[in-house]
């Protein structure tokens, strides 16, 4: 079995500059710059036959590349006490067709549709027995976070092996995006 989920790489700037920001927080695991991702669909565990028929039917993807740039951050839960901070994405819209069209081939592969409501963004650090002080500082200083405009041009399938520092993901095949929609 393995664990995959589809997700969106940034360039190199945009990667530095989430995966620092996610070091300021006392108590927060941080997302490492290697690692920086926005996850378009979590699949979860498959076979040997599933993951080949997701690689295959993935190639099939249409669309032309995004433009998106980092707006604000948040966290996770959106009430209560928080154990996940992320930036924004701006425009999200361009994000959520493709995720569409993913879900559709995913579909087409046998893969139940994901039942979680989706909110295009990149993890930035994960929280255990942060201050609560110095998460609502950090959010509130980076409330107007903004990143210049970046290109994104492919998809990516991605295995994520847990282990107990943290997930480590693996691209197991990249799509390019085209424009020949």
Excluded at 30 to 37: D, G, I, W
Excluded at 46 to 60: P, T, Y
Excluded at 108 to 128: W, Y
């Amino acid at each position: 079995m393995i664990r995959l989920f589809i997700g969106l790489r940034p360039d190199k700037n945009i990667r530095r500059l989430l995966s620092s920001l996610g070091t300021s927080i006392p108590g927060s695991r941080p997302v490492p710059e290697e690692q920086v991702h926005l996850t378009l669909r979590f699949i979860g565990e498959v076979d040997g036959n599933l993951f080949h028929d997701i690689k295959e039917s993935l190639s099939k993807l249409q669309t032309s590349p995004i433009t998106l740039a980092i707006r604000g951050t948040g966290h996770f839960p959106p009430r209560g006490n928080p154990r996940v901070i992320w930036a924004g994405v701006d425009p999200a819209g361009d994000i959520i067709i493709l995720r569409k069209k993913v879900n559709y081939l995913l579909n087409l592969c046998g893969v139940a549709p994901e039942q979680r409501k989706f909110h295009p963004h990149f993890t930035l650090a994960r929280l255990k027995n942060s201050p609560i002080k110095r998460v609502a500082g950090f959010l509130a200083a980076n409330a107007l976070l903004q990143s210049p405009p970046c290109t994104i041009d492919r998809v990516s399938l991605f295995s994520s092996n847990l282990t107990p520092k943290g997930a480590l993901h693996k691209e197991e095949a990249s799509y390019l995006l085209n424009s020949d929609e």
